[in-house]
C-alpha cells in the first residue's frame, strides 16, 4: 500500500484541503531537472520525487529548500530523503527529520533559500484515492452528489461487486467514482488497504453516459488517469434520446441511478419490453415505435432497482407518475438530512452554585478540581498556593487545604473553563436532492406461467 509514479494520490493539507495529484518522477516541461513534478502548498514544496514510494498516510515535511534550486539533484538522493521525511501516520508519531538536521543531499542553501525554509515548515499527509477523497478534491463541472448521499443510494439500489450499474449523467464524476468501487469490489490505489486486490474480483460495470461534450471528454480523460478504464465505459449521448444501449448491446443493468433534469423522460428506455404509448409521457423519442426490435437494457433475471435524484418536488411528482405506469413498484420518495453532533465545553457550575447561595461539599470541591484538571492537565491553583499535586486527578485533596483551593477556584472564575459536553446543533437544512427509490420486476413470462401451472396441476 504504497504511492506510485503515474497514480492518483491525495495530497491532503487539511480537513477541507486536499490536492488530487498524479505523481510525476519527471517533469515532462522542465526538461534537465530530475527534481520531477512539485505541489506547491501554502504549507510549503512538496516534490514528486519525495512522495513516490510512500505508505498510504505518511505525513510528509515540506522541502526544506526553494524547489527551483535543488532540480538538478540525483534520483538516489531523493530517496535517503524521502525515507528519512516520511513516517507513518498514527497517534503520537512525528516525523523522524529534524528540521535542522543536515541531509547530505540538500545543497547548502543561500539566504534566500532560508528563508524559504523558514516560510515552509508545514507538512501534509499523502491519502490514496478513494471515493470519498476524490469528492472532497475534484474539479466541479457540476453540482456534484456528496458521500451522504451517494452512500445511501448505492446501498439501496443493492450496488455490489458484480452489479452492472447504468448511470446518467455523469457530470463531474462524483457519482462514478464510488459507482466503481462498490461494482468492483476494490478500488484502483486501494490495493493492500482492504486485501481486496489479492482476492478474486467479481467484476461488475458502471454503464455511465452524458450529453454535455466537454464533461464527457474530462472525465473519460480522469477514468484514464485513475486506471478505471474497464470497470467505467462512458458514452456520450442523450439518453432520453437515445437510450442506454451501448453499440447495440445491453448493459444488462440490475442498478440505476439518473441524476438528471428530467428523469422520467429516460424512464421509457428503462423497461423490459416495448412500453405501450400511454406510458411514456411526454417524450417524443420514447421507444414506442414497433418496427425496429426492442432491446431492454436491463438483466431479465433480477429485479432492478433504481434512483432518481431532483431538486424539486414537482420533478418527484413527473417521474413517480411515469414510474407506476411502466409498472415499477415500491415506490419511496427520501430525503436525506444530516445532524451534526456539537462538542463544547459547559460551565462547572461550583461559582454558580455559590452565588446562587449553595452549599458547598467536600465532594464537589473534589469534583470541581477533577473537572479543572481535564481543563488544564496542570493544576496551577495549587502551586500559586504552594501546594504539590500529584497529577493523578483520582488523588484525593487533603481536607485542611480544601478552603483554601476552594476560595481559589472561586477567584479564578473556573466555572469559565467549563467542562465538556456535546449536544445536536438546532436542525441545519442540508438538502441536496430528493431521491425517489423504486423496484421493477422480473417479467412474468410464459415459461414462468407453464412452470406454475405445472406444478399447481400436481399440488391438486
Ligand atoms: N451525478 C453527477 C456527479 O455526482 O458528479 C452530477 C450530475 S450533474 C448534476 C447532471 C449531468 O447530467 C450534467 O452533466 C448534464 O450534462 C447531464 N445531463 C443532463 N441531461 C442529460 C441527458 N438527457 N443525457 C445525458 N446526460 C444528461
Redesign the pocket.
Known amino acids: 500500500p504504497v504511492s506510485s509514479a503515474d497514480k492518483l494520490s491525495i495530497v491532503h493539507l487539511k480537513r477541507d484541503l486536499q490536492i488530487p495529484t498524479i505523481l510525476k518522477e519527471h517533469d515532462e516541461d522542465d526538461e534537465g531537472y530530475t527534481e520531477g513534478k512539485v505541489v506547491n502548498t501554502r504549507f510549503g514544496s512538496f516534490p514528486h520525487t519525495t512522495l513516490i514510494g510512500l505508505p498510504w498516510g505518511s505525513q510528509v515535511r515540506a522541502s526544506k529548500v526553494d524547489t527551483g534550486s535543488r532540480g538538478r539533484r540525483v534520483k538516489g538522493q531523493d530517496k535517503k530523503r524521502k525515507r528519512e521525511e516520511s513516517v507513518p501516520e498514527g497517534p503520537n508519531k512525528t516525523p523522524k527529520l529534524e528540521d535542522d538536521e543536515a541531509d547530505a543531499s540538500t545543497p547548502t542553501t543561500t539566504k534566500e533559500e532560508s528563508e524559504v525554509v523558514a516560510a515552509s515548515s508545514g507538512f501534509i499527509h499523502l491519502l490514496p484515492p478513494t471515493p470519498e477523497n476524490w469528492t472532497s478534491s475534484l474539479p466541479h463541472?457540476?453540482?456534484?452528489?456528496y458521500t451522504p448521499d451517494y452512500s445511501y443510494i448505492l446501498h439501496r439500489i443493492r450496488a455490489r461487486p458484480g452489479t452492472q450499474i447504468i448511470?446518467?449523467?455523469?457530470?463531474?464524476?462524483?457519482?462514478?467514482h464510488a459507482s466503481a468501487r462498490a461494482a468492483f469490489s476494490g478500488y484502483p490505489g486501494s490495493e493492500g488497504t482492504n486485501g481486496s486486490a489479492t482476492k478474486k474480483r467479481k467484476l461488475g460495470k458502471v454503464w455511465s453516459?452524458?450529453?454535455?461534450e466537454q464533461?464527457h471528454e474530462k472525465l473519460q480523460k480522469e477514468i484514464q488517469d485513475h486506471g478505471l478504464e474497464g470497470i467505467v465505459q462512458i458514452t456520450h449521448?442523450?439518453?432520453?434520446?437515445g437510450g442506454f444501449l451501448v453499440d447495440g448491446q445491453s448493459p444488462g443493468a440490475e442498478s440505476i441511478f439518473l441524476?438528471?433534469?428530467?428523469p422520467w423522460?429516460?424512464l421509457p428506455h428503462l423497461s423490459r419490453s416495448r412500453p405501450p404509448k400511454s406510458a411514456c409521457g411526454s417524450n417524443p423519442a420514447s421507444p414506442t415505435d414497433d418496427t425496429t426490435p426492442f432491446i431492454s437494457p436491463l438483466n431479465p433475471t433480477t429485479p432492478v432497482h433504481i434512483c432518481t435524484?431532483s431538486p424539486c418536488i414537482e420533478q418527484v411528482q413527473r417521474t413517480i407518475s411515469v414510474l407506476r405506469k411502466l409498472g415499477w413498484v415500491d415506490i419511496q420518495m427520501v430525503e436525506l438530512s444530516q445532524k451534526r453532533f456539537e462538542i463544547r465545553r459547559e460551565r462547572i457550575g461550583i461559582a454558580n452554585g455559590t452565588e446562587r447561595g449553595l452549599q458547598l461539599t467536600p465532594a464537589s470541591v473534589d469534583e470541581a478540581l477533577a473537572r479543572l484538571m481535564e481543563v488544564e492537565g496542570t493544576f496551577k491553583a495549587f502551586h500559586e498556593n504552594g501546594e504539590k499535586v500529584e497529577s493523578n486527578k483520582k488523588d484525593k485533596v487533603n481536607p485542611n487545604n480544601r478552603e483554601k483551593i476552594m476560595e481559589s477556584l472561586v477567584e479564578r472564575k473556573v466555572y469559565k473553563e467549563g467542562r465538556l459536553v456535546h449536544r445536536t446543533e438546532p436542525e441545519v437544512k442540508t438538502h441536496t436532492s430528493y431521491l425517489v427509490f423504486a423496484i421493477l420486476p422480473i417479467e412474468w413470462s410464459e415459461e414462468d406461467e407453464r412452470k406454475a401451472r405445472e406444478k399447481w396441476e400436481v399440488e391438486m
Not at 463541472?141 to 452528489?145: A, I, N
Not at 448511470?167 to 462514478?176: D, L
Open positions: 463541472r457540476t453540482q456534484v452528489v448511470e446518467a449523467g455523469a457530470g463531474s464524476g462524483s457519482f462514478t453516459f452524458e450529453f454535455h464533461r449521448r442523450d439518453v432520453c434520446e441524476d438528471l433534469p428530467a423522460l429516460a435524484f
